[in-house]
């Protein structure tokens, strides 16, 4: 592997494996104190959290819980559940989770989180099962919103520091303007950024940025 090969797998903003402690939680940040009520084994027995994509939903699920099927199966050595993006479960996989959720209620030491694009209310008219739509509901219920550009700024500080970076406070006012704001895109443009300054031997500026996105734009 050439030297400049070696340069460009240098993430700059590497993902990091997802945690309370790595989540910019700008407006939501009751959401994340019921996350951190969960971790330590109390809080509420159901949470259903939603939102638009990229908003960090998978993210705190994940912080939380890790490496479990689409729709669990009950389990008593189990303390915690999750369940992403339940607009996307099938009649089955629906079915699934009535009936985790009926154990989960009738296990008091455990605890479920749910996640979906929007509100139990909305999922109901949309078509989904009520007896699934209702239990949700009766949980709490927390909308995810998504970063304002004050908080996208703290996110882009705190992943330049993990990686022994800085960002000049210009570029970090720009790239909070002007770039989106959608998590999974956000990881996806950095990663990309980066790996562009890195081959062109030159520190991530404004004007680089600008540069960089002209050629993707022709590109695409």
């Known amino acids: 592997m050439t030297s400049e090969n070696l340069q460009l797998v240098l993430s700059f903003f590497q993902t990091e494996a997802p945690t309370l402690d790595n989540f910019i939680a700008g407006r939501n940040i009751d959401a994340v104190n019921v996350f951190r009520e969960l971790a330590t084994g109390i809080g509420p027995q159901i949470v259903y959290v939603f939102g638009g994509p990229g908003v960090g939903k998978t993210h705190l699920l994940k912080s939380l819980v890790k490496n479990q099927e689409k729709v669990p199966v009950f389990d008593e050595k189990i303390k915690i559940y999750a369940v992403d993006d339940v607009q996307k479960l099938n009649d089955e996989e629906l079915a699934g989770l009535f009936e985790l959720i009926n154990q989960v ?116």
């Open 105 to 220: 209620r009738a296990h008091s030491n455990t605890h479920l989180i749910v996640s979906g694009d929007r509100s139990p209310m909305s999922l109901k008219t949309s078509g989904m099962r009520e007896d699934v739509t209702s239990r949700l509901g009766w949980g709490t219920v927390l909308e995810i919103e998504p970063l304002s550009d004050d908080d996208r700024g703290l996110l882009f500080i705190h992943r330049a520091r993990n990686n022994g970076l800085t960002l000049s406070d210009d570029v970090i006012n720009w790239m909070s303007t002007y770039l989106p704001r959608d998590l999974r895109t956000l990881s996806v443009l950095f990663e990309e950024l980066d790996n562009y300054s890195l081959s062109k031997g030159r520190a991530i500026t404004i004007p680089l940025i600008k540069e960089w996105l002209n050629k993707t734009q022709q590109t695409n």
